[in-house]
């Protein structure tokens, strides 16, 4: 257990609808990433905050957004759903945005859209 | 961009045999972490190359950087069963904001 919760498990929804995937990074963490990990992309990286405030953006798309409350918990927002959409969503947290640290995965949430 | 490919995507061997996965970048790296994702689980750090040449251990396993800080190597030896998984390198990216994983190695193990 790496002190990572993410809610939802298992999500399923239409095409064309919104959901929201949340985070709670571990005690003390202050850095939070999303990551999506599809069969044919690997694990690409979304987006990060630290502190609450957005650090890095990775390939994440228009439709995506995500934000960091001030318990650091953290909400991934995916609307406009589509088919291409599904896959694994992943969380990570580390103690601080450093590229040094090493970072702990939530267990994951998978979203399945039909 | 800045891109890292690994090889091979997929290796199956026998119970015993040694397991080598290869992560080679188009850049210089600051550093590299490694990480492995077992079946149906999450990603789990393993371990962190910093130096140029760096070699680093862990039981059955070994993680080599480069002298150029271009690449880097896991190494297995005598798989198990319990190796079983896709092994990520993940370098961080130029701007030293986040890691840059790509689509790992899997790694199947027939006993």
């Known amino acids: 257990d790496s002190g990572v919760t993410q809610t939802p498990k298992h999500l399923i929804t239409a095409t064309g609808q919104r959901v929201t995937l949340r985070c709670s990074p571990r005690?003390?963490?202050?850095?939070v990433y999303w990551y999506q990990q599809s069969l044919d992309q690997g694990l690409q990286f979304l987006i990060q905050?630290?502190?609450?405030?957005?650090?890095a953006k990775g390939n994440i798309l228009e439709r995506f957004s995500a934000q960091q409350f001030p318990d650091l918990h953290s909400e991934l927002n995916l609307s406009s759903l589509e088919l291409g959409d599904s896959a694994l969503y992943f969380c990570?947290?580390?103690?601080?945005?450093?590229?040094?640290?090493?970072?702990?995965f939530g267990p994951g949430t998978r979203l399945t859209v039909l | 961009g800045q891109q890292v490919m690994q090889i091979p995507q997929y290796q199956h061997v026998q119970e015993g045999e040694d397991f080598t996965t290869y992560c080679n970048s188009s850049?210089?790296?600051?550093?590299i972490q490694w990480y492995k994702q077992r079946p149906g689980g999450h990603p789990v750090f393993l371990i962190q190359?910093?130096?140029?040449?760096e070699v680093k251990k862990q039981k059955r396993l070994t993680f080599q950087f480069g002298e150029a800080k271009k690449n880097s190597s896991l190494h297995i030896t005598a798989t198990q069963t319990t190796d079983v998984g896709t092994y990520f390198c993940?370098?961080?990216?130029?701007?030293?904001?986040?890691?840059?994983f790509g689509k790992g190695t899997t790694l199947s193990v027939s006993s």
């Open positions: 905050y630290y502190n609450g405030e957005e650090r």
């Open positions: 993940a370098p961080a990216n130029q701007a030293g904001t986040a890691l840059i």
């Open positions: 990570a947290s580390s103690v601080e945005p450093s590229k040094y640290n090493e970072q702990f």
């Open positions: 850049t210089t790296l600051s550093n």
């Open positions: 190359l910093v130096k140029s040449g």
């Open positions: 005690s003390g963490d202050l850095s």
